[in-house]
């Protein structure tokens, strides 16, 4: 702002494009998300209704909502053997606030500890495109697991589970997207594609990795069209219902500075052996 108040512009560019935003229009009390009046969207739409608008720009249909809201619903918890869970609840006994726990927890979803469908969804992205450029669908899923053996190593993103042999919310959601290309809901191109690389991963072994959480959200959410980083965006959002439940059930303990381990239990040394620190003048 200049001196006398008045708005002075950049050159090449006006003051008022330096956040330009197609999201949210503010203005006294006025609140627009995407075009609709705030006041008419509360009360009205439900939650994952609201984060598709606020993402794609459109609202969803009804079975649409439905389908992203179960995704939402299956990620939100496992518990405190998962890392996320567990460093926020250490994190809110160190005196933090519970955004700051929650924080910490979201930190540590990262390519190996939540970022699974992501990565799941590009590996699919790639199939797809291998597809559109004329191959069929086995011998693509084949050339995709190929390359992305190369660029990753051996284990697949969407299959396998330390704990679950059968994952409980992939064998849900499958249901719900079998059920949706029924209604013609959505195409059910990746659902035929996860079901091939399931297929393909399953040649020649006796206890295959079946389709776990992330794999079966990344096959609903490619149907539904959203692109892979929004994929781990959608499992942030999820995940934080369960790790602001776990901070401030942490929180009500009373519980101070609580550690990975308990007290009792050191924690296995491999360094040097005990020395002796010379009693001279040769010391830094
Ligand atoms: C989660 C994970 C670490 C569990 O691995 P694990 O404990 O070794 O799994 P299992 O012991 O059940 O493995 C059984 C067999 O399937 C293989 N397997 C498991 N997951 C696999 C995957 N994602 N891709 C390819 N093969 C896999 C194992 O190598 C093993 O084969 P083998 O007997 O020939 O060695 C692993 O499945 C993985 O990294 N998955 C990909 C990442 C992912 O989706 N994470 C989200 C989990 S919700």
């Known amino acids: 702002m200049a001196a006398s108040g008045e708005q002075k512009d950049l050159p090449g560019q006006s003051i ?5 935003s197609a999201i949210t229009d503010i203005a006294p009390g006025s609140i627009r998300i995407r075009g609709y009046a705030i006041e008419d969207l509360i009360g009205r739409i439900s939650f994952p209704a609201m984060i598709w608008l606020t993402l794609r720009g459109e609202l969803p249909s009804p079975r649409q909502a439905q389908l992203l809201g179960a995704v939402l619903v299956a990620g939100v918890d496992h518990g405190p053997q998962a890392p996320s869970i567990a460093i926020a609840r250490m994190a809110i006994t160190c005196g933090i606030g519970i955004n700051g726990a929650i924080a910490s927890g979201v930190n540590a979803l990262g390519d190996i500890h939540g970022g699974a469908g992501q990565q799941c969804m590009e590996l699919l992205s790639l199939i797809d495109a291998k597809c559109r450029s004329g191959a069929e669908l086995y011998p693509a899923v084949a050339a995709a697991l ?19 042999a059968v994952d409980p919310r992939a064998t849900r959601i499958a249901e719900l997207l079998n059920q949706a290309v029924r ?5 059910g191109h990746f659902v035929q594609m996860g079901e091939a690389v399931r297929r393909e991963l399953a040649r020649g072994k006796t206890s295959p990795p079946a389709m776990n959480i992330d794999g079966a959200a990344a096959v609903l959410l490619l149907e539904l069209g959203f692109p892979p980083e929004l994929g781990r965006g959608i499992f942030v959002l999820s995940r934080s219902v369960g790790i602001c439940a776990h901070a401030f059930e942490q929180s009500c303990r009373g519980e101070r500075i609580k550690g990975p381990l308990p007290p009792e239990v050191t924690v296995r040394y491999t360094g040097a052996a005990p020395r002796i620190l010379p009693r001279d003048e040769t010391l830094p």
Do not use: K, N
């Not at 190929?146 to 679950?164: K, L, T, V």
């Open 16 to 20: 008022e494009s330096w956040w330009e």
């Open 146 to 164: 190929d390359e992305w053996r190369g660029w990753h190593g051996r284990f697949i993103p969407g299959f396998g589970h330390r704990f679950h």
């Open 183 to 187: 209604d013609r809901v959505i195409a």
